[in-house]
């Protein structure tokens, strides 16, 4: 214990002698563990963030829609239709079901027509894309199951139909009838128009759409899985069940976010393992350093060495010497940049959305420190092995 507490004695004051070389030849270190533990944050919070918006859609969301023939007529019994959903139900693995049909419309707003999109829903709807309504209320049963001529807008719509007013009990003319606006609403995020609900949307009772359609058909057939892990199954049930209720011809395109959350998976992953091969590249450079550095400290110390070889230091001791050196370079350079890649994230979630947080992955904390060390080792190992074989006559000769 005496000649390894002599040994790393001696390495802290040969530091403490050149602390600005030391703290020079640790920055590579610093910024390549702190790239690491930046990188892998914020890999994890990019994959959270995008994965929650994605789900944010519609929890475990299955939906099918006809495969529409251009070159032949639709047949009236290929439709789906609210029968389908309502026996959809009893699935195994589905826990709600939904249906809308959307149709364009126009609609006068201060004397000028205005082009909305008019969707009629069902009753387990909301619940499935979980709308947010920011006024008033949704339909009730007896909205649903009475026919009532009431109908909900987008916020984008209801700050253009009424920028200053409050558009609750007001009348809306769509066609020959008029409905009576009961609440606000908006997708939980935003789909950037890739859903079905636009930014001039206006929705109703399901039964209504019949006065304009002229058919009680279902577009589109959404389905809730219980948990993530039934989604295929309620996939591939709910496309099985469609083709027993309809003639052989006709085709359903069954659906769900699976493959888009897959696809933002494997991009992340990409992308996390593109960056951290940067934070290694600038490890290795700092590694490439550290040794340079070595070797100069072991040509400006060969006298140094000889004379303590001279009074008896063993090859071993020098060549620890030099090791822990090279350790606490690196060792020192990886704390200071995993202190800094934790602050970061601490500092920026301040300027977060409130419902968002930065997880932190205790591996790469690891993974960083480890790499770290393990760089400033490898590469120190080259000068100490040299310090460690010069001979104390020579040695001492040298000036």
């Keep these: ?191 950037y128009g890739q859903s079905e609900i636009q930014d001039q949307s206006v ?12 058919v009680d058909v279902v577009r589109t057939l959404f389905a809730q899985a219980s948990s993530p892990e039934t989604v295929p199954a309620v996939q591939r049930e709910l496309s099985e069940f469609l083709k027993s209720r309809h003639p052989g011809e006709a085709e359903y395109k069954v659906q769900t976010l699976s493959a888009i959350l897959s696809a933002a998976r494997n991009i992340s992953l990409a992308l996390t393992i593109v960056l951290v091969v940067i934070a290694f590249i600038a490890l290795l450079i700092s590694g490439i350093g550290i040794m340079n550095i070595m070797l100069v400290t072991v040509k400006e110390r060969t006298r140094e060495i000889g004379v303590r070889k001279a009074i008896g230091a063993q090859r071993r001791a020098i060549l620890y010497q030099f090791l822990i050196e090279a350790f606490l370079i690196s060792g020192g350079g990886a704390v200071l940049g995993i202190l800094i890649g934790l602050a970061v994230p601490v500092a920026a979630q301040f300027l977060l959305p409130g419902n968002m947080r930065v997880p932190v992955s205790g591996i790469s904390v690891v993974v960083a420190f480890v790499v770290s060390c393990s760089t400033g080792i490898f590469f120190g190992y080259l000068p100490a092995n040299q310090a460690a074989r010069l001979q104390p006559i020579e040695s001492l000769r040298y000036e």
């Design 1 to 191: 214990m005496m000649p390894m507490r002599e040994t790393l004695s001696v390495a802290v004051d040969a530091l403490r002698a050149n602390k600005l070389r030391a703290m020079l030849t640790s920055l590579g270190v610093i910024i390549g563990s702190a790239s690491i533990v930046l990188v892998v944050t914020v890999a994890l919070t990019s994959r959270k963030f995008v994965i929650g918006q994605i789900e944010a859609v519609g929890s475990n969301l299955v939906w099918a829609e006809l495969v529409r023939s251009s070159d032949k007529p639709q047949p009236l019994s290929d439709e789906m239709t609210v029968d389908d959903m309502q026996a959809a139900r009893n699935l195994p693995g589905v826990v709600e079901t939904g249906g809308i049909r959307d149709m364009p419309m126009e609609i006068v707003i201060r004397g000028a027509v205005r082009p909305v999109s008019l969707i009629g829903v069902t009753e387990g709807y909301q619940k499935i894309r979980r709308l947010l309504v920011l006024r008033g209320r949704y339909f009730d049963s007896l909205d649903l199951e009475g026919r009532s001529k009431v109908c909900l807008v987008t916020k984008e719509l209801a700050e253009r139909l009424y920028p200053v007013d409050n558009p609750i009990g007001r009348s809306l003319r769509m066609g020959e009838l008029t409905f009576t606006i009961i609440g606000v609403f908006r997708e939980r995020v935003p789909t």
């Design 203 to 214: 929705i109703i009772p399901f039964p209504m759409m019949k006065y304009f359609t002229g």
